[in-house]
């Protein structure tokens, strides 16, 4: 017999919207789930096949469509069997758009230089100074 219905964040895992179902249950806690016109969805709500699911993963906010319920871990082959992606082009240009910027969340100056920070710092400290002097001759020479 096909279930009717199932908790969000057992669906959650099971769809790999998340990777573990302790992360899909921390961002049902945080508010970052919603269900339909903005509801949001504590870890033990049940959905059923219909509803839309909203997921807010900064930078980006994805919609799913239940089309299916599971509780066990599907296959990434499986996974448009049980849900459909209705993310607006919108989020996804700008997922695009950070994706492109090489967006990097740390302030300038702050952790560790990145690879190209130490590539520069060592072409930095390793150039030598060169102006075009010799001082390898003796100044004492033109006095005698």
């Known amino acids: 017999m096909a279930k009717t219905e199932e908790r969000i964040d057992k669906w959650m895992w099971a769809t790999r919207i998340f990777k573990t179902r302790t992360i899909a249950t921390d961002a049902c806690k945080k508010g970052r789930v919603t269900i339909g016109d903005g509801v949001l969805a504590k870890p033990s709500r049940l959905i059923h096949i219909g509803d839309t699911v909203n997921v807010r993963k900064p930078p980006v906010t994805y919609s799913f469509r239940v089309k299916a319920l599971t509780e066990n ?72």
């Open 73 to 144: 871990r599907l296959g990434a082959k499986l996974v448009p069997d049980y849900l459909e992606n209705i993310t607006p082009q919108s989020q996804l240009d700008l997922l695009e758009v950070v994706k492109i910027s090489g967006f990097v969340n740390r302030r300038k100056g702050l952790g560790r230089p990145t690879k190209r920070e130490g590539r520069k710092l060592s072409k930095f400290t390793e150039q030598t100074y060169d102006d075009g002097w010799d001082f390898e001759f003796d100044f004492d020479d033109d006095d005698e």
